[in-house]
């Protein structure tokens, strides 16, 4: 019975002091598991990608290949991005027409279909940016399916801070890191 009791006892100390670990995540935020991530994970690659410095990744530049739409307002990169306040995942009301615009494009072109790119800037754990990357890609996509594109055609991905737009530690490089990214692909 004395076995029992302390392993009860040990037991439940381990997982108390396992529920207590904290991982970088600045003071006052929520964690991934407050905002609705399933769990830590996301995918595993280096800071800017594999072989890349900040500022650019992929094929075509700053915002990637993409596949364009031949509609040159949808095609115009500063059309094809979305911005966030610091640790939110609301879309901002600036944006609400350049999403509309995107996602009446889709609704009229069933074939197509877009990638949403979930991005953070550097501040909070990265299991934290991941989780919050994907909340701002879901948040498009909801926008996006309410004006009629369907969910078949649109792909969620999160890169958290993994994929700076630019490289910097101040609210400068900050903001424009705090983004989803409207990337086109099939035709």
């Known amino acids: 019975m004395k076995f029992l009791k302390a392993g ?12 207590c670990s904290s991982k970088g995540r600045p003071k006052g935020e929520a964690g991934a598991e407050e905002i609705g991530a399933a769990g830590a994970g996301g995918p595993e690659i280096g800071k800017y990608g594999e072989g890349q410095a900040g ?39 600036e944006y609400i027409s350049v999403i509309n615009a995107h996602a009446n494009y889709l609704a009229s072109h069933p074939d197509r279909s877009v990638v949403l790119e979930g991005h953070a800037d550097e ?8 989780a919050l990357g994907e909340q701002r890609a879901r948040s498009v996509a909801k926008l996006m399916e309410v004006q009629g ?12 801070e993994e994929k700076p737009a630019v490289s910097g530690h101040d609210e400068s490089a900050w903001q424009q890191n705090r983004r989803v990214e409207i990337t086109y692909s099939g035709h």
């Open 149 to 160: 594109a369907s969910n078949g055609q649109l792909q969620m991905v999160s890169f958290g």
């Open 123 to 130: 501040r909070g754990s990265p299991e934290y940016n991941i």
């Open 8 to 19: 009860v006892i040990l037991l439940v100390a381990v997982v108390a002091l396992g529920g």
């Open 55 to 93: 500022g650019t990744y992929g094929a075509g530049g700053k915002y990637g290949a993409g596949g364009m739409t031949g509609d040159p307002a949808l095609d115009d990169p500063s059309k094809r991005v979305i911005y966030f306040m610091y640790d939110s995942s609301e879309v901002m009301p």
